[in-house]
């Protein structure tokens, strides 16, 4: 049995259509037996396929592994061949990315698969964990989740390393899944549900974004200088001190072995931090695994927000060209969306070819460095209303 979080990319259609393209291999009859045989369960319940499903409902698939993989076509499909579903969760074997991703995108496998030959986390990248929560700090180059039978990404490493420790063995009812995805390149924070309790805790407040994700990144030109250009073009708004997300005022900036330790330094924003809030609309080309930005709406885009704040203003070492520093919260999660919206602003990640950066240095820079948990009861007391940073 395999299960499958429908995330905010793929809410508000219906099952049916969601099977047909996550079961790409398999004709619609095949979708419909499986729906008649009681093979597909939604929340829980049998599912019929007309239901329209919601950020954070769960789809259970009750067929062995090897069967939903002969109906997918996994195994010899290209990493960089679209799948036509944004963030295909295959249980540990998941096609799809996200740009840190305000997504709720958990994923958990069912499966007998042996972890114990595969590299477990290394304890420098466990940034916290308690009983349902662990925080882990992704390098460059992994991938959050499989994009192929023999890759190993986070989530397997996860897995290798609770399977290690005695806290889940293979055969469990549930798997342990990272619930929030990061592009291979990107680095920094993923967030993973050890329990089912702690899965659906972060799933929730993802979707309902009491998570605030903050990423730095270095983009080409001098970002934002022209304020009132870029606000009238690009419908960009100052920020007040209050909170964007209306959870909390004062953010701890300390790592985790202070967390542990209960010393907390407050760190409170000024009234006028420089903050930019940019609103846009995004368009997916699934064929190109690609997005294209604009002002204002379009045929299928979807809405995307977020806010920027510029560090400082500096050179490439290599180049001379100038770059900017900027620090950036994400406050929705769509593929690409840093990327994409950065570079439609005339901005492009230095090093992000695929969305037009001229300097070339196998790869951009961009880093989801800190999350700040909301003052949520039903979190450990050692990170509720606190922030998590990365080592970098």
């Not at 076509?73 to 963030?87: F, M």
């Not at 620090?327 to 999660?333: A, I, P, R, S, W």
């Not at 690409?336 to 090093?351: D, F, S």
Request: hydrophobic share 30%.
């Amino acid at each position: 049995m395999r299960e499958i979080y429908v995330d905010r990319d793929d809410a508000g259609g219906r099952l049916d259509k969601y099977l047909h393209k996550y079961l790409s291999a398999a004709g619609s009859g095949t979708v419909y037996k499986l729906l008649r045989k009681k093979h597909v369960k939604l929340n829980g319940v049998r599912a019929k396929g007309t239901e329209i499903l919601r950020d954070g409902d769960t789809i259970a698939l009750f067929l062995s592994d090897e069967t939903i993989d002969k109906l997918r076509g996994v195994g010899d499909t290209p990493e960089d061949k679209p799948t036509g579903i944004s963030g295909d969760r295959l249980g540990g074997k998941t096609i799809g990315h996200s740009d840190g991703g305000a997504r709720s995108a958990p994923f958990g496998q069912k499966g007998d698969h042996d972890f114990s030959d595969i590299p477990s986390l290394k304890q420098y990248e466990i940034l916290y964990e308690d009983h349902d929560i662990i925080v882990i700090d992704k390098p460059a180059g992994e991938l959050s989740q499989k994009a192929g039978r023999d890759d190993i990404s986070i989530n397997e490493r996860m897995l290798a390393y609770l399977q290690a420790k005695g806290e889940w063995k293979p055969g469990d009812v549930f798997t342990p899944g990272i619930c929030n995805r990061l592009d291979r390149n990107t680095a920094g924070i993923v967030l993973g549900g050890k329990t089912a309790v702690g899965m659906r805790l972060l799933s929730e407040l993802i979707r309902e974004r009491k998570i605030r994700k903050y990423y730095i990144t270095v983009v080409e030109g001098r970002a934002f200088e022209n304020r009132e250009y870029t606000r009238k073009k690009n419908a960009i708004q100052y920020l007040q001190a209050e909170d964007s997300c209306g959870i909390l005022k004062k953010v701890v900036s300390e790592d985790v072995t202070s967390i542990s330790s209960g010393k907390h330094d407050d760190v409170e924003r000024d009234e006028d931090d420089g903050w930019m809030d940019v609103i846009s609309f995004i368009t997916k080309d699934r064929q190109k695994n690609r997005v294209t930005v604009s002002d204002t709406p379009v045929d299928e885009s979807k809405r995307i927000e977020t806010l920027y704040r510029v560090i400082g203003y500096d050179r490439h070492q290599k180049t001379g060209m100038e770059v900017t520093n900027l620090e950036v919260e994400l406050l929705t999660g769509k593929s690409h969306q840093i990327r994409a919206q950065l570079a439609h602003l005339g901005y492009p990640l230095v090093g992000d070819v695929k969305y037009g950066s001229r300097i070339r240095q196998g790869g951009y820079e961009l880093t989801a460095y800190k999350v700040v948990f909301p003052d949520d009861q039903r979190l450990d007391p050692a990170i509720r209303g606190f922030a998590i940073k990365g080592r970098n």
